[in-house]
């Protein structure tokens, strides 16, 4: 069945203007549609961006942006965009119309094509290439897919700027940019950026593939691919395709080198080595097909050779020496360096789009270009990272004399402040001063102090003067007072010793009979844990031990009594590793903690006891 008869958009006047006739073609990122400019009464292309994409207003402004960039760039190698537009949910762009096929749809119907016919095709894009570069446009998604090829022998470059507007969405998703990673330059798959070498290095992928028939790298996924990019040089085309020149095994592997600087310096440069091997091959075959050459002052271009009819019967053939083919080539040359020069020339400069480009890598374009460029001071931004250029006055697109200066304004990251001082505030005055140094605070969390007062902040997490992002969250904690600390279970020596300490008076011990061993603090009085003053005193009871024998042995005579064996004295050592000595010796550890520091304070039992009794530790 014509998927184009039941597609919603055939028979649609799209902004009352481009009445839709059919389907052309559909993508992972728009459908393109063949359609009737009512008002001009021409036909066109238009290309409807699909609607998880037109969902997107982060996407909608950038496409809207890059639209109105490479509406601006004339080139006969180049599909001009003739208008940008929104039609409810369907986003759209109208461009020329030429019947023909993609460079996908040709190489696979011929698989790998003949050295002079596959520069005849890439001759005519990196001039599209170039005169983008020269404008400060990068394509960014140089594939076949992206190439056509018109049915009257010309080459046209689709989809400028469109995957600048793809990456700086929320739609990047590996099901759409699969295309996209088979020619993606290491830096892009490192980093995440690109400036023009990174198109170079894509048109070096696309000349290998119309070489070999096969992209250089395969994988089970994009990412095995894009390591591949990172990790491997491509190889030469000849060791797949062994009759291909040397000369165009020079261009693909200098196009393809994974550090950028080693490529051509642009399209344009590239441009010039294509154009030097393809009369290499002229010169080293005899033969010559005839390239279109336009004036000096406008684009070179060179459009690929097709079978051309046979010459009528008895008709006389002419030959060209040599030396003529060898001075056209030279005249080529000659009028891409002079273009450069004319242009060179001119009084005015078109701003280029920087925005979300390196810093440094948008000064080099924008000095390449012939501005004098000032770096503007950073400003704060929350989603765009550090080093990203936020935008440029003047803004992208003018036209500006040619000795204005381009301030450029990147991005300082998210802003910082520093978590302010708010030991001893009350809880209300904290929360005051963090909201005015631009943070929240997200919890209260008490604890024990007997040097803040109860009720006020005792510190912070994260503590004082360190930065954080500004609009996050604090963690204040604040004094429950005083606590009396608990001693119960610890020797009555090792209780008063610590009490002492902390500078409680030791003096008020009761004595019981108790089922606890002698000496063994058995209650208090506050309890542990009770709040407290600092005055106030800690009442202890001791065990002086119980009426029969502690050990069971001893009152029982049937039991046998185990072998004793010394408690090894533990005591200000680390408690993990008071811990492990004790384990190792074959004892039961419990650890209990009264001040919360890294040193033991008290041990019970001390002395000789039965192997395998339980010793408690605090710390």
């Known amino acids: 069945m014509d998927t184009t008869l039941t597609d919603p958009l055939v028979g649609h006047t799209l902004d009352g203007r481009y009445r839709v006739e059919s389907r052309i073609a559909r993508g992972g990122m728009a459908s393109v549609y063949l359609a009737l400019d009512v008002r001009l009464d021409r036909m066109v292309a238009v290309k409807v961006m699909h609607r998880s994409l037109a969902e997107d207003p982060q996407f909608v402004r950038r496409f809207i942006g890059e639209a109105k960039s490479v509406a601006s760039l004339s080139h006969p190698n180049v599909v001009h965009v003739f208008d940008q537009g929104t039609d409810g949910d369907h986003v759209y762009l109208s461009m020329e119309y030429f019947p023909g096929k993609t460079l996908r749809d040709v190489l696979r119907e011929r698989g790998r094509i003949p050295a002079r016919e596959a520069l005849e095709i890439m001759i005519p894009v990196l001039a599209a290439l170039g ?29 400028f700027g469109l995957a600048r507007a793809i990456e700086a969405s929320n739609q990047t998703k590996s099901g759409i940019m699969i295309g996209t990673i088979a020619y993606m330059s290491p830096e892009q798959v490192t980093a995440g950026v690109a400036d023009v070498r990174a198109d170079v290095y894509a048109a070096g992928i696309v000349l290998y593939e119309l070489l070999t028939g096969h992209q250089p790298y395969q994988g089970e996924s994009p990412m095995s691919v894009a390591y591949r990019h990172v990790h491997d040089s491509v190889p030469a085309p000849s060791q797949l395709a062994p009759e291909t020149p040397p000369a165009l095994d020079e261009l693909v592997l200098s196009a393809t080198a994974k550090e950028p600087d080693r490529r051509p310096a642009d399209a344009a440069a590239m441009l010039i080595a294509a154009v030097e091997a393809h009369r290499g091959l002229a010169r080293t075959s005899g033969q010559h097909t005839a390239p279109a050459i336009q004036a000096p002052v406008q684009h070179t271009t060179i459009q690929p050779s097709f079978d051309l009819p046979a010459a009528a019967p008895g008709a006389k053939r002419k030959s060209r020496p040599i030396w003529f083919i060898a001075g056209l080539a030279v005249v080529m040359l000659v009028g891409i360096a002079f273009s450069g020069w004319y242009f060179s020339q001119e009084r005015t400069l078109k701003v280029p789009n920087l925005v979300s480009q390196n810093v440094k890598l948008a000064e080099q374009q924008a000095r390449k270009l012939g501005f004098q460029v000032k770096i503007g001071e950073a400003r704060f931004d929350g989603k765009v990272a550090k080093d990203i250029v936020l935008e440029t006055e003047p803004a992208s697109g003018q036209e500006v004399d040619k000795d204005t200066v381009l301030t450029i304004i990147a991005s300082a990251g998210p802003e910082t402040v520093p978590v ?10 904290a929360r005051l001063r963090i909201s005015e ?140 590793d008071a811990r492990r000595e004790l384990q190792a010796a074959g004892f039961d550890v419990k650890v209990r903690k009264v001040v919360g520091g890294r040193r033991v304070i008290a041990q019970n039992p001390v002395g000789q006891v039965p192997q395998g009794t339980r010793i408690t530790l605090w710390h």
């Open 131 to 159: 005169a983008a570069h020269q404008a400060g446009l990068i394509h960014r998604d140089v594939k076949p897919e992206n190439v056509l090829l018109t049915e009257d022998g010309r080459v046209k470059v689709v989809d």
């Open 437 to 576: 140094a631009g943070l929240t605070v997200s919890r209260v969390r008490k604890t024990a102090s007997d040097k803040i007062a109860r009720g006020l902040v005792v510190r912070s997490d994260p503590v004082v003067g360190k930065r954080v992002r500004k609009g996050s969250s604090v963690i204040l904690v604040v004094s429950a007072g005083l606590l009396a600390p608990d001693v119960t279970g610890m020797m009555r020596d090792q209780a008063q010793q610590f009490l002492a300490s902390k500078g409680y008076p030791t003096d008020c011990v009761n004595e019981v009979t108790d089922d606890a061993a002698a000496g063994t603090v058995i209650a208090q009085d506050p309890a542990g844990g009770a709040e407290m003053e600092a005055t106030t005193k800690i009442c202890m009871t001791v065990s002086r031990g119980p009426d029969t024998p502690f050990w069971p042995w001893e009152r029982d005579p049937s039991i046998a009594a185990p072998d004793f064996v010394n408690v090894p004295d533990v005591r200000f050592k680390d408690v993990n």
């Open 420 to 429: 302010p001082k708010t030991e001893n505030l009350s809880e209300a005055d």
